[in-house]
């Protein structure tokens, strides 16, 4: 690919003089201003076509800065669990996540990716795992030892259904203390 757009750059053509002698050869200048022209809108075009990404979409509420300290029931705070808000009713769209900091604090995103919530009523649910590989895990082998996985949260934190944590959004910054329990 560089060769193909760049080779013309470095190699020169020549053309006879005015006077038809040889010796006056002169280098194709109007090619190489061409070439050049038409690189530079290829590179332009190459370089916007990954850029603007749509931004926000355009129904989307006005959202609200939205924070939670997540800790076991003694207070001890919980890093890197994942927090999800869940829209409770018929508009389902504006679900929202973060994930926990050492001490226990998630700062919430629309999408993961707009900072805030949008209002509404949500159920929290809350995740966190501990991976353990045994001697001899592979996870391009399909008949060898797995992963183990262990809750560190009760799991009914994690289930929509059974969560007893929930929050209403209304316009003014949350911050919220959510205690869970550990697994039994």
């Known amino acids: 690919m560089y060769f193909a757009l760049f080779a013309p750059l470095r190699l ?62 003694d207070g001890t705070p919980i890093d ?20 926990t900091d050492s001490s226990g604090v998630a700062k919430i995103a629309t999408h993961g990716i707009y900072a805030g919530v949008a209002p509404g009523e949500y159920k929290i649910t809350v995740r966190k795992q501990d991976v353990t590989y045994p001697p001899g895990y592979d996870p391009e082998k399909e008949d060898g030892p797995e992963a183990i996985f262990t809750n560190l949260i009760d799991q009914n934190f994690s289930i929509p259904d059974k969560t007893p944590l929930n929050v209403t959004v209304a316009g003014t910054p949350v911050t919220e203390t959510f205690q869970v329990k550990k697994p039994k």
Do not use: H
């Not at 109007?30 to 690189?39: A, D, E, G």
């Not at 890197?80 to 994930?99: F, I």
């Open 80 to 99: 890197k669990a994942t927090v999800m808000m869940l829209p409770v009713g018929s508009d389902t769209r504006w679900y929202a996540n973060g994930s």
């Open 12 to 73: 020169k053509k020549y053309r006879k003089g005015r006077n038809g002698n040889a010796n006056n050869l002169q280098p194709l200048l109007l090619s190489n201003i061409m070439t050049r022209i038409f690189i530079s809108i290829l590179l332009l075009v190459f370089v916007t076509a990954g850029c603007g990404g749509g931004g926000r979409p355009k129904d989307m509420p006005k959202l609200t800065p939205c924070e939670f300290v997540i800790q076991y029931e």
